[in-house]
């Protein structure tokens, strides 16, 4: 199957297709093949969704059960890069949807866009060049054990990210002190000439992830999206919030829902998905696993904090959109270094 995959990859990488339907026709239905979808009982074109008064088609709707996913595709001369009318199109095709999509991509042959049911932006990236290895994440066998575990490891390094970037002042005050007590070096030159830098690796072809932001490294996964750092300002209801950390973003969204009386014990099982809750009335996700950052709300209800900062701004506005408040309720300003 590999090497079918790579050859179908490539051709779509060779190649400038004239319209969407040559890419659809030589690509992208090869493509779903070699990665072991039965192209007459799991693969379905063209399905149709009510999008306002009008019937709009998804290209593709795929898997079995209550694994399926999206496929868009654009044609070959057509920049998807941050291209918000595509992004656009794809989500409300996942949102509006009845069946069971949690997961969908653009692909124009030189880039595959990954989304997340309810982001506004993807959360994986790959282009031409790249390991294949976030493609076949979307394999039959693979899908969606493997992605999941993919962007919940660009989540931890986001995490990691902005912790780093967050904490970084407290941290070098730390290493000083440490290197002050060993080597008996005193304080005043080591402040002066000493630079701290942390880096994240996981992977040779992963960027290195410091005090400083990205650098190095030719992972697309991370190649396009924007990075910041901490929150500028949060204001929720009108309300200026004075917060430290991005999770509190979710925090603070949930205890004014409290406050409202909307989010109890007795209406907080709120998923993001087919797998995980954002809140529960205790802290296991719908597939039995434990809440990795658990925190208890002023009610009980426990709130899943193991979210980068993008991903806690998009969960606040889930959670404020499933008791009826619309997405600007917040705003959220970012800050990088």
Known sequence: MINDLQQVIENGCKYEFRNESELREKVVSE?????????????????????????????????IKESKFVIEAKRSTLNIINNNNAYG????????????????????????????KNDEKPVLEWACGDPISIIETFSK??????????????????I?????????????????????????TPRDFLEKNL?????????????MITANGVSGGNNARVRNRKRSFHVSKFV???????????????????????KKGKLTLSNCKITSGSIRYITNDA????????????????????????????RSESLAKMLLARFGYPEDTIQVEWGGN
């Not at 430290?244 to 205890?255: F, Q, V």
């Open 160 to 184: 990691v990210s902005e912790f780093i970037s967050e904490e970084k002042d407290s941290l070098k005050r730390t290493i000083i002190s440490e290197i002050e007590k060993k080597t008996n």
């Open 236 to 258: 929720i209801g009108g309300e200026l919030h004075k917060i430290k950390h991005s999770n509190e973003i979710l925090i603070d969204t949930a205890e004014w829902l409290i």
């Open 283 to 310: 802290p296991y996700h719908q597939n039995g696993s434990s809440f990795r950052m658990p925190y208890n709300l002023s009610n009980g209800v426990f709130i899943e904090l193991h979210n980068s900062g993008a």
């Open 89 to 116: 199109q794809l989500i409300s095709y996942m949102k509006l949807t009845k069946e069971p999509v949690d997961y969908g991509f653009i692909y124009n042959g030189k880039n595959f866009l990954i989304f997340r």
């Open 195 to 207: 630079e701290v830098t942390l880096e994240l690796i996981s992977d040779i072809n992963d960027p």
């Open 31 to 63: 493509l779903l093949k070699s990665l072991g979808w039965d192209p007459f009982t799991e693969v379905r074109h063209e399905v149709s969704v009510p999008v306002g008064t009008e019937l709009l088609k998804m290209d593709y709707l795929v898997g």
């Open 141 to 158: 066998k693979n899908f969606p054990g493997k992605l999941e575990e993919m962007i919940e490891d660009q989540t931890n390094r986001e």
